[in-house]
């Protein structure tokens, strides 16, 4: 008994490797002459910003650079303000990675302190964590039984699976104009802005994949008095990322979004004062499609002789 089967071909993104890697980057700051001499640090910040992803057989170079300030007090007894920017590059490994492949990375800080060498010099340590994904392209091929013969008796599964398809990026600029929360004094030194963007609404629409959301800020800031003052603030935003494929509404949209760079001007007008912000943003979308799988899990013949070579198939799928 001779069957026919069609080869079925099954096309997604397989993630061949996690590569994950903190270190720590420091850096000694020298207080300026205008500046008093500090008595200790008070606290430490730090805000990373993605500049490049590259891949290499076996590892991945990510690099950036980190804001940081740091607040100590003087030995005149006021609060002064230190800032730096730290280069970071951050190299992990994975076996797995090939030079094909494609990555979406996010960059964050673990940690960030201070401590005085004397009283003119400040180290400062961040320690910055990279997480990646690497993806490559896999096909499948699946052998479907059709036309089969009456005295056979055949027993199908049909498995559904979501599995990447697509990975595709897009930088995009915001900017706008804000203003603190009522109540809130003026801004007389920036210690502080941290970005994080929140994705609140996504999905794909004529060949982009759409997103909104909202650039949540929260800001640390000295007033005229020299107090230490934060506030919390709210950008939206609506952009798209180009897709390559042609998807029929079925499919899901993942977004990781990364900073990768971020202005906030006070602009001062008479009584009232105005927050000139802007921020570098870079979107990572990965499409997810629903496949179905029919396997042919057992067979017999109501007469004659069947001898069936049967193969196992292992197939990938996000749970």
């Avoid at 990555?103 to 673990?110: G, H, K, L, P």
């Avoid at 001062?268 to 921020?279: E, I, V």
Wanted: hydrophobic residues 40%; proline residues 5%.
């Amino acid at each position: 008994m001779e069957l026919a089967f069609e080869q079925q071909r099954l096309t997604s993104l397989r993630r061949t490797a996690h590569p994950v890697l903190a270190q720590d980057q420091t850096q000694e700051i020298i207080i300026p002459d205008s500046m008093p001499d500090a008595a200790r640090t008070l606290i430490c910040y730090a805000e990373p910003e993605l500049q490049s992803k590259t891949v290499r057989a076996g590892s991945l170079l990510v690099t950036g650079t980190l804001r940081t300030s740091c607040l100590y007090a003087a030995e005149d007894g006021s609060v002064q303000l230190l800032t730096a920017e730290l280069p970071f590059a951050v190299k992990p490994e994975s076996p797995e990675l090939t030079e094909a492949a494609q990555t979406a990375a996010t960059v964050s800080v673990r940690s960030a302190d201070s401590r005085l060498i004397n009283s003119r010099k400040v180290l400062l340590r961040v320690n910055v964590l990279v997480q990646a994904d690497g993806y490559e392209p896999e096909e499948q091929v699946q052998s479907v039984l059709t036309q089969a013969p009456a005295c056979l008796q055949t027993k199908r599964e049909t498995y559904a699976r979501s599995v990447p398809v697509e990975l595709s990026e897009r930088a995009f600029q915001m900017s706008e104009e804000l203003a603190l929360p009522d109540g809130k004094p003026q801004i007389d030194r920036l210690v502080d802005v941290r970005v994080q963007p929140v994705v609140t609404d996504r999905n794909i629409t004529g060949g982009k994949a759409v997103m909104k959301g909202n650039a949540e800020l929260r800001v640390t800031y000295l007033d005229a008095e020299g107090h230490v003052q934060t506030a919390q603030l709210s950008a939206q935003f609506s952009q798209y990322c180009p897709l390559q494929g042609d998807y029929d509404g079925g499919e899901t949209l993942g977004v990781q979004l990364c900073v990768t760079g971020v202005q906030l001007e006070p602009v001062t007008d008479g009584a009232s004062q105005k927050l000139l912000f802007g921020a570098g943003i870079l979107a990572q979308c990965v499409v997810y499609a629903q496949q179905e799988v029919t396997a042919l899990c057992d067979a017999y013949v109501t007469r004659g002789t069947f001898t069936p070579q049967w193969q196992e198939q292992t197939l990938t799928m996000r749970l």
